[in-house]
Each structure stands twice: as structure tokens, then as C-alpha cells.
């Protein structure tokens, strides 16, 4: 690829850069919550030799420093844009603290790693309804739940609209959802959080997280499938036509009367019935500090009268306990939990296999003929759960707009 020899020299002058700790180590890369595939190279401390870290037995490392950061190559899958297996690449500096990211940018498109694993789930127990996503880690006594987003079909004329006349439906916005659950302290080693000890855990914290997948669908009698991509409250609409009222015999379904939320039509005109509905799908990310042992160099023979650093006049022992930050993160597909019903499955590249999940969270906004929908003479919206409801009426008649005269 054209990137490639861009991607190679990005790669040798961030990895082997003199002045950095662990410089000319090999990146550790993990894949992240978002989807990404993050890469680090080397802490911010400033360098020097590992071995001899905290030379002092007595010492006792901080979990962090404060200001420290290290280097990331993050890598964001955009198989649509970019195709199958390539990747956007973003070099940053993050805090090594929070992991907050202070500066960077993106570099370049390539080819993902495809060294990567991803990591076995850690839900013991999946909850899924039309609501959202639950996940149980029983042996931490961890539960996260993610909600299903709230998506967006902008329409205008809207709840009714005549025969012919333009129409307008946009996807107004799909955005991502995350929950999260976690504990203060796991006692692996035996120790306690004023007395910690080597393997002890603390701040765990388990985070879901729902991204788009694809375009909402939206299907709507006599008018077909609508594939709409996220437009947001700014973007141009589509327009549709119906050529048949909704009257039963052209398919129309129930009566506004027996629809809430409708009160704006005669209870007695019948209504089409559509959809609509987007794929997501789901991330799990893991987060917690490990309270490790530290090795250093100390002068001298060890206990069996060896020496085995400082180019022989040392030993290595422990100098010291630090808590050490861990993440690990991946996918969790819809084949993974188990007695997930069907109207939730997701098979967005029509293999067969379901790969995603159904957001039915649909929410309809009224437009104004601006194609806005925070206009206060129009503004209103209806959530039936990925219904949509829509009264098409022939010749003149009310068109859905407040204060119009039937």
C-alpha cells in the first residue's frame, strides 16, 4: 500500500527514539472498548536503566506519577471508509495516571495489526432485552449494563402528510452509549486496602460500550428500505412520496384514536405502519491497578552468593511495591451470549452469522421546513420502540403541522 512506507518510518522514529524509556522495546498493543487497537511504547520518565530503578529496599513506589506520560499508537478499524482490515493511525501522548489523552493526531491510514487477540469476555452472566445490555462478572461481584441509545428519525410533515406531497426523513443522529460497574478492592493476595499485598486489586472498573454498526433502516409501506446514514441536526433530509392515502385498503392499519401520542389527528383516520432500527455493537473494556512486586539491582551477592546484574557486582531482589495499571478490552458478539432472542440479532454484512445488535430506540422529531427540530412551534417527538406511525391523507387536509386547518 501506498501507506506502508510512511507507516514503517512513522513506526522507526517512534519506537527507536534514544531519549525514551523502553525506546527500543516492541510496542505492547491491546484492543480497546472503542474498537481501536492501542499500541504503547515506553513510560515518560525521563529513561535510564530498569535494573536499577529504586535501589533503595525501603522505598515505596507511587502508583503513578503525576504529569508522566507515554507514547501510543492507537489504530481505529474503518472498514467502511477504508475497507476491510485497514485502519486509521493516530500517534498521542497520554497520561500515564488516567490515560487521558494531552496531544496528538492522526497520521495516516494502513493496515490493523493483525497480531492482536482479542480476549476472552469476562460476563459470566448476560442479560439482553429491548432496553440494553446487562453483564454480570460473578466472581468480582461486578454487574455493568449499557442501555440501548437513543437514535433519531427526523421527519416532516409529520403525523400526517398527503398523497404526493414532498415528504422529508432523516437520520438524526446515532451516538454511542457506555455503562459501567466496578469494586474498590479485590483481595487476591490476602491483604487489605490500608495493608495491600502482592496480587491484591483495586479500583476495578468494567465499562460496556454500544457503537454504531451501520445506517439506521427505516422501512415504510409503499415507499420500500431506506438506508440513512447519520446526517446529525444539521443535515440534509431525504424526500419520499406516497402515492396511495393510508386507507385500509391501500394497507393502512390502525386508527390514530388507538395510538397515544397522536391526539393532533382525527381519532378516525387510519395509519401506515413502518420501522426503524440500526445495528450496534458491543465493547467491553477492562480497567484495574495490581499491587506488583519491584525489581531492582542491589549490590552485592544474592543469598546464594550469585551475581546476576549491575555487569556483575549485583543481584536483583525485590526493592519495592507499586501499583501497576492494567486494561485489557474486545468484542462481544451477539454468538457469544447465549438465548439472545432473535428480534435482536444483527447480521449487518449478510453472511449468515449475526454480528451485531438490533437499537430499537428509535425516537421521531418533527422538522420545521428548515430542517429543524428545535423549533417551539413545531417541535415535538414520539418513541413507540421502532414503530413508526404515519397518516397519508389525499387532496387537502391537515399535513401535520401545528395550527393547520384540516
Same mark, same amino acid.
Given at each position: 500500500?501506498?501507506?506502508?512506507?510512511?507507516?514503517?518510518?512513522?513506526?522507526?522514529?517512534?519506537?527507536?527514539?534514544?531519549?525514551?524509556?523502553?525506546?527500543?522495546?516492541?510496542?505492547? %498493543?491491546?484492543?480497546?472498548?472503542?474498537?481501536?487497537?492501542? %499500541?504503547?511504547?515506553?513510560?515518560?520518565?525521563?529513561?535510564?536503566?530498569?535494573?536499577?530503578?529504586?535501589?533503595?529496599?525501603?522505598?515505596?513506589?507511587?502508583?503513578?506519577?503525576?504529569?508522566?506520560?507515554?507514547?501510543?499508537?492507537?489504530?481505529?478499524?474503518?472498514?467502511?471508509?477504508?475497507?476491510?482490515?485497514?485502519?486509521?493511525?493516530?500517534?498521542?501522548?497520554?497520561?500515564? %495516571?488516567?490515560?487521558?489523552?494531552?496531544?496528538?493526531?492522526?497520521?495516516?491510514?494502513?493496515?490493523?495489526?493483525?497480531?492482536?487477540?482479542?480476549?476472552?469476555?469476562?460476563?459470566?452472566?448476560?442479560?439482553?432485552?429491548?432496553?440494553?445490555?446487562?453483564?454480570?462478572?460473578? #466472581?468480582?461481584?461486578?454487574?455493568?449494563?449499557?442501555?440501548?441509545?437513543?437514535?433519531?428519525?427526523?421527519?416532516?410533515?409529520?403525523?400526517?402528510?398527503?398523497?404526493?406531497?414532498?415528504?422529508?426523513?432523516?437520520?438524526?443522529?446515532?451516538?454511542?452509549?457506555?455503562?459501567?460497574?466496578?469494586?474498590?478492592?479485590?483481595?487476591?493476595? #490476602?491483604?487489605?486496602?490500608? /495493608?495491600?499485598?502482592? #496480587?491484591?486489586?483495586?479500583?476495578?472498573?468494567?465499562?460496556?460500550?454500544?457503537?454504531?454498526?451501520?445506517?439506521?433502516?427505516?422501512?415504510?409501506?409503499?415507499?420500500?428500505?431506506?438506508?440513512?446514514?447519520?446526517?446529525?441536526?444539521?443535515?440534509?433530509?431525504?424526500?419520499?412520496?406516497?402515492?396511495?392515502?393510508?386507507?385500509?385498503?391501500?394497507?393502512?392499519?390502525?386508527?390514530?384514536?388507538?395510538?397515544? #401520542?397522536?391526539?393532533?389527528?382525527?381519532?378516525?383516520?387510519?395509519?401506515?405502519?413502518?420501522?426503524?432500527?440500526?445495528?450496534?455493537?458491543?465493547?467491553?473494556?477492562?480497567?484495574?491497578?495490581?499491587?506488583?512486586?519491584?525489581?531492582?539491582?542491589?549490590?552485592?551477592?544474592?543469598?546464594?552468593?550469585?551475581? /546476576? %546484574?549491575?555487569?556483575?557486582?549485583?543481584?536483583?531482589?525485590?526493592?519495592?511495591?507499586?501499583?501497576?495499571?492494567?486494561?485489557?478490552?474486545?468484542?462481544?458478539?451477539?454468538?457469544?451470549?447465549?438465548?439472545?432472542?432473535?428480534?435482536?440479532?444483527?447480521?449487518?454484512?449478510?453472511?449468515?452469522?449475526?454480528?451485531?445488535?438490533?437499537?430499537?430506540?428509535?425516537?421521531?422529531?418533527?422538522?420545521?421546513?428548515?430542517?429543524?427540530?428545535?423549533?417551539?412551534?413545531?417541535?415535538?417527538?414520539?418513541?413507540?420502540?421502532?414503530?413508526?406511525?404515519?397518516?397519508?391523507?389525499?387532496?387537502?387536509?391537515?399535513?401535520?403541522?401545528?395550527?393547520?386547518?384540516?
Amino acid at each position: 500500500m501506498k501507506n506502508m512506507g510512511l507507516l514503517f518510518i512513522l513506526f522507526t522514529l517512534l519506537f527507536f527514539q534514544p531519549h525514551r524509556a523502553q525506546a527500543q522495546s516492541s510496542p505492547d %498493543c491491546s484492543f480497546e472498548a472503542d474498537g481501536s487497537i492501542v %499500541c504503547t511504547t515506553g513510560g515518560g520518565d525521563g529513561g535510564g536503566d530498569n535494573d536499577d530503578d529504586g535501589n533503595n529496599p525501603n522505598s515505596t513506589p507511587t502508583p503513578c506519577v503525576p504529569g508522566a506520560t507515554h507514547k501510543e499508537t492507537i489504530y481505529r478499524p474503518e472498514p467502511i471508509r477504508l475497507g476491510e482490515g485497514q485502519c486509521s493511525i493516530w500517534e498521542v501522548e497520554a497520561l500515564d %495516571c488516567t490515560g487521558e489523552i494531552v496531544f496528538g493526531g492522526n497520521v495516516g491510514t494502513g493496515d490493523c495489526p493483525q497480531v492482536v487477540s482479542q480476549p476472552q469476555h469476562p460476563c459470566d452472566i448476560f442479560s439482553v432485552t429491548s432496553g440494553g445490555i446487562t453483564c454480570d462478572a460473578v #466472581g468480582w461481584n461486578v454487574r455493568a449494563r449499557v442501555t440501548f441509545p437513543e437514535i433519531y428519525l427526523d421527519v416532516r410533515p409529520y403525523p400526517a402528510t398527503l398523497v404526493r406531497w414532498p415528504t422529508a426523513v432523516r437520520n438524526g443522529g446515532q451516538p454511542e452509549s457506555t455503562g459501567s460497574g466496578g469494586v474498590d478492592y479485590i483481595p487476591n493476595g #490476602g491483604g487489605s486496602p490500608g /495493608n495491600p499485598q502482592e #496480587g491484591d486489586w483495586r479500583d476495578l472498573r468494567l465499562t460496556l460500550t454500544l457503537r454504531p454498526a451501520g445506517p439506521l433502516l427505516v422501512t415504510l409501506p409503499h415507499i420500500g428500505n431506506l438506508t440513512l446514514a447519520d446526517q446529525g441536526v444539521t443535515g440534509n433530509p431525504t424526500q419520499i412520496l406516497w402515492e396511495v392515502p393510508s386507507h385500509p385498503a391501500a394497507g393502512g392499519g390502525p386508527l390514530a384514536g388507538s395510538v397515544g #401520542g397522536l391526539e393532533e389527528l382525527p381519532g378516525d383516520i387510519p395509519l401506515f405502519v413502518g420501522t426503524g432500527r440500526a445495528p450496534y455493537r458491543l465493547f467491553w473494556e477492562l480497567r484495574y491497578y495490581e499491587y506488583v512486586a519491584k525489581m531492582g539491582c542491589v549490590a552485592g551477592p544474592g543469598g546464594n552468593g550469585n551475581y /546476576n %546484574c549491575g555487569g556483575g557486582t549485583g543481584h536483583r531482589e525485590i526493592v519495592g511495591y507499586e501499583w501497576e495499571r492494567n486494561s485489557s478490552g474486545g468484542e462481544i458478539p451477539p454468538t457469544a451470549v447465549q438465548n439472545l432472542p432473535a428480534s435482536v440479532m444483527a447480521d449487518t454484512n449478510n453472511d449468515g452469522m449475526p454480528d451485531a445488535y438490533w437499537d430499537k430506540n428509535l425516537t421521531l422529531r418533527r422538522m420545521d421546513d428548515n430542517n429543524r427540530v428545535d423549533n417551539p412551534q413545531y417541535q415535538r417527538s414520539w418513541n413507540w420502540g421502532g414503530i413508526i406511525y404515519w397518516a397519508v391523507r389525499e387532496g387537502q387536509g391537515q399535513i401535520g403541522w401545528p395550527g393547520s386547518v384540516p
